[in-house]
């Protein structure tokens, strides 16, 4: 929250809050957040969307940190042209080197789909013009996971949706952390294509599981690390 919040045109920041028992809700409010209830993914995206005022959406998922630039390309990117969509290059924070090589291999494969005119992705963060996002009728919530990636197989039907690599998101491993990794990857990829050959069963459900927050903190410092990294007056 506090990386969108920094950046003076957004308009409005929603937060979809799914019965969290911790200070979420307190920590939004402090933000000038305003609140709907969620659910699943699909549930608080719509549940957001609703809500919303803007004419292009930014769905951002909570352990997602958004740089600065990101969100000026995002801008620029709508303004110079029709697209209906369109979403980042994902960077894995505190990643094991199985992970990072997952990571990568998400990245070309979505750069060999995107040559080919095909549009999937991951709802870490999405950008959608809300004319684009009503076409579609939103997520489809009765689909369990993978849910993000039939949303943009369907809203690239209607529209032009842009993988655009030049802007990157910083995302949490927690999933591949939470289980065993090897077999995580392996279920992601039996989602993704089913989702890539528009089929909307699972065939294997995602359980979904508390966030630490020792993992949390972990993460916060690989970020911080990172960002020193490539760059020293880098803002998040």
């Known amino acids: 929250m506090s990386c969108l919040q920094k950046w003076p045109d957004l308009g409005e920041i ?23 209830r969620g659910g699943r993914p699909a549930e608080g995206r719509n549940a957001g969307a609703e809500s919303s005022t803007g ?7 909570a352990d997602a940190v958004v740089p600065q630039a990101t969100l000026s390309h995002i801008a620029q990117s709508f303004r110079r042209s029709s697209i209906a969509g369109l979403h980042c290059r994902l960077v894995p924070l505190g990643a094991s080197p199985f992970v990072a090589f997952c990571y990568r291999t998400m990245d070309a494969y979505l750069r060999v789909l995107s ?12 950008a959608v ?4 996002f009503n076409a579609v009728s939103g997520f489809r919530e009765d689909i369990l996971v993978g849910e993000d990636a039939d949303f943009i197989r369907r809203l690239s039907r209607i529209g032009v949706v842009s993988y655009e690599r030049r802007a990157v998101v910083y995302t949490s491993t927690r999933r591949f952390l939470l289980e065993n990794p090897y077999l995580f990857a392996v279920k992601t990829f039996l989602w993704t294509i089913l989702r890539l050959f ?24 690989a970020l911080a690390e ?11």
């Open 129 to 132: 013009r809300r004319d684009a």
């Open 14 to 36: 929603i937060v979809a809050d799914n019965n969290s028992s911790d200070e979420t809700v307190t920590i939004a409010e402090g933000y000038g957040c305003r609140i709907v």
């Open 55 to 61: 004419d292009v959406i930014l769905f951002a998922d």
């Open 198 to 221: 528009g089929l909307s069963s699972s065939v294997i459900p995602y359980r979904w599981k508390a966030y630490p927050a020792v993992l949390a903190d972990t993460e916060a410092a």
């Open 226 to 236: 990172m960002l020193r990294e490539e760059n020293p007056e880098a803002s998040v």
């Open 115 to 126: 040559r080919r005119g095909i549009s999937q992705g991951v709802g870490t963060l999405i």
